[in-house]
């Protein structure tokens, strides 16, 4: 079955640094990929989306993703982190229906 | 645009009841997903229903019902509630099939089973 590994359950950063999430997406046609942000109590908010084209995709709030074909990756990043991007993160598949990674919870310290 | 409306948002309930919840989706979007949000399972499809049929079935027993109705409108129920039916049922409308099938979440509904 197709799945999405996202290898770190938990990233602790600081104000201001830089962030990388990793997402893996086990082999398959092109995929559709998406990253989702959750805060505490809320729903999935959309970050970004892959479906074709241009790998580096920009979303909102200052994130970005890079889809590597050669290595199964979709990767999050944000050159500076603020604080109110504490939240868990969630990398997702598409095919009929959306296949979620386990999340990465961020927490940013001061 | 309003966006995906879920209600209750809280809900407790003992063990044995049933519960129904309900999802209003995004106007113009024809299709309503449904997935539970778990601790240890992380986030699980449940069901999609596009034009009041179900189109698609997650790997859960016969307790968890589902329908819409004509406005896309659509309800899920879970009979003879169990403990671990205990988590964040999060609703998600789109638009249709393929690219055009970004989906679009509500703040969920949070059931506790006592």
């Known amino acids: 079955a197709q799945s999405v590994t996202q290898p770190d359950i938990h990233i602790t950063v600081s104000e201001g640094a830089s962030l990388e999430l990793r997402c893996n997406y086990s082999y398959g046609a092109t995929p559709y ?27 909102i709030k200052g994130f970005e993703a890079e889809f590597k074909r050669s290595q199964s990756s979709f990767n999050l990043r944000k050159p500076s982190v603020h604080w109110s991007d504490a939240a868990e993160y969630f990398c997702a598949r598409l095919d ?12 940013v310290r001061a | 645009k309003a966006g995906v409306t879920q209600t209750p948002r809280y809900l407790i309930k003992t063990r044995g009841q049933q519960v129904t919840l309900s999802c209003s989706p995004i106007s113009g979007h024809r299709s309503v997903s449904w ?21 698609n079935k997650g790997n859960f027993p016969g307790r968890f019902s589902g329908r819409q109705f004509s406005n896309s409108r659509s309800e899920m129920n879970v009979s003879t509630l169990e403990l671990g039916d205990s988590a964040l049922y999060l609703c998600a409308s789109s638009f249709g099939q393929g690219k055009w099938n970004e989906q679009f979440f509500g703040p969920g509904t949070r059931l506790t089973v006592l």
Do not use: H, M, N
């Open chain 1, 33 to 59: 990929l998406f990253w989702y942000v959750q805060s505490p109590g809320q729903g999935l908010q959309l970050l970004l989306k892959y479906f074709s084209g241009d790998t580096l995709v920009q979303g």
């Open chain 2, 35 to 55: 997935y539970q949000q778990t601790p240890g399972q992380g986030l699980q499809f449940l069901f999609e229903y596009f034009s009041e049929t179900q189109r």
């Open chain 1, 96 to 107: 009929y229906k959306l296949s979620f990674g386990a999340g990465t919870t961020v927490t």
